[in-house]
């Protein structure tokens, strides 16, 4: 099995920081509109 297919576990861990960080963006700029509607 070739191993192409799987990260190693820093690249897991960047990977997950990334996710979070795109999460936490997408729902921060979610508050700030309901907060200018408001």
């Known amino acids: ?3 192409d ?3 190693t ?3 897991r861990e960047n990977l997950l920081k990334l ?3 795109n ?3 997408n729902r921060t700029l979610e508050i700030i ?3 200018k509607e408001r």
């Open 33 to 35: 509109e309901e907060w």
């Open 23 to 25: 999460v936490g963006m």
């Open 1 to 3: 099995m070739d191993g």
């Open 5 to 7: 297919l799987f990260f």
């Open 19 to 21: 996710l979070i960080y």
């Open 9 to 11: 576990k820093e690249e």
